[in-house]
């Protein structure tokens, strides 16, 4: 994944774009954790990336999760605590698909 990917998304270091796909992710996140949104979700995790520009050595790569990076102890993490499998729309698969 490329910073230059996550800022066209409207993830960037002076915040949210809005009216881009970045604050669309936000309005959805928001409203269905019934107004606020989460801590380490998909929002939050990539506005990170965005205003620190981390994403080429967070593991998320276009060919996949790299073995031992960040991105795999989410993956892990994730799917832990959704009973071994990595959710639809959730924080690793939002991000990887980015």
């Known amino acids: 994944m490329s910073d230059q990917n996550v800022r066209k998304a409207g993830f960037t270091s002076s915040g949210i774009i809005g ?6 992710m936000m309005s959805h996140e928001a409203r269905s954790s ?7 979700g998909p929002t939050s995790t990539l506005q990170g990336m965005g205003a620190k520009g981390t994403t080429h050595s967070s593991g998320f790569t276009s060919s996949g999760i790299s ?8 993956m892990s993490k994730e799917a832990t605590s959704h009973g071994g499998g990595v959710p639809r729309g959730g924080t690793t698969s939002t991000v990887q698909s980015i």
């Open 19 to 24: 009216g881009s796909l970045a604050s669309s």
């Open 67 to 74: 073995g031992g990076s960040k991105a795999s102890s989410m």
């Open 34 to 40: 019934g107004g606020g949104v989460p801590s380490g």
